[in-house]
């Protein structure tokens, strides 16, 4: 991969800075399915609204969601579907950490087995 330019990788660490919270990502998690209204997202999450505003306002800042307007209903998506891609590959990379721990895990309950069985 080539490396960023300094202005790309400011605007790079702005995009993970707003999608570093829990609720952020749960909110992307429902959100990669399909459009939701804020009631919707509020209900599935069992958020409050205040609390769930804030966190949406953050992703709209950093044009990950957008919004329309239906009445006094409003409802919420995500800008570019690859964002399901991101929240998959985050997965994929937080799943080989947790196995790579596993293993370590692993080797340290069977070292432990057998210094037991030679006392």
Known sequence: ?????????????????????PTRIRVLEVLVDGEQSVGALAEVLDLDLPQLSQQLAVLRKAHVLTTRREGSTVFYRVVDPRMSQLLVTAKQLLATELRGGQ??????????VDSRSKN
């Open 1 to 21: 991969m080539a490396l960023s330019t300094p202005a790309i990788a400011v605007a790079k660490a702005a995009l993970f800075r707003a999608l570093a919270h």
């Open 103 to 112: 293993q370590m895990l692993d080797t340290l309950d069977a070292y432990l």
